[in-house]
């Protein structure tokens, strides 16, 4: 198989990856998210006090109980926000699915031709191992 032929099947993953449910499902959250003042004021504080906090860990300073403190507060107001849960929960979905299909492909990349234990992985030889 030619490189261009591997190629065109990442094409074709990728979109159908970005017509699954589960992207769907971010880009959705993240709109509503994003549209909300409330939450967008929650994730530009979270973001601005990460930054600053890098910038003083990268300077080799330990962050103080105060500080750690205010991120763990900043924290909670996110898992509260039922717009930025909602956008959390939809991106760990699709997280997911990236990583079942990255392990997938590694498995498959793995077992190359001989693929002896294919029942375990896809059960049906839907993995493209040629074993069934």
């Known amino acids: 198989m030619s490189a261009s032929v591997v190629y065109n099947k990442a094409k074709e993953l990728a979109a159908e990856i970005s017509?699954?449910?589960?992207?769907?499902?971010?880009?959705e959250a993240e709109a509503k998210m994003f549209q909300n003042l409330e939450s967008r004021s929650i994730i530009d504080a979270?973001?601005?006090k990460q930054r600053a906090f890098q910038m003083i860990q990268s300077q080799g300073h330990?962050?103080?109980?105060?500080q750690k403190k205010e991120i763990e507060e900043l924290e909670k107001q996110m898992?509260?926000?039922?717009?930025?849960?909602?956008?959390?929960?939809?991106?760990?979905?699709?997280?997911?699915?990236?990583?079942?299909?990255?392990?997938?492909?590694?498995?498959?990349?793995?077992?190359?031709?001989?693929?002896?234990?294919?029942?375990?992985?896809?059960?049906?030889?839907?993995?493209?191992?040629?074993?069934h």
């Open 19 to 27: 017509k699954s449910k589960e992207l769907i499902d971010v880009r």
């Open 62 to 66: 330990v962050l103080t109980e105060g």
């Open 79 to 131: 898992t509260e926000n039922p717009l930025i849960f909602n956008f959390f929960n939809a991106r760990q979905s699709f997280e997911q699915v990236l990583a079942e299909i990255n392990r997938i492909i590694g498995e498959s990349i793995a077992l190359g031709a001989e693929c002896n234990s294919c029942e375990s992985v896809c059960g049906e030889g839907s993995c493209g191992c040629g074993c």
């Open 46 to 48: 979270f973001q601005e």
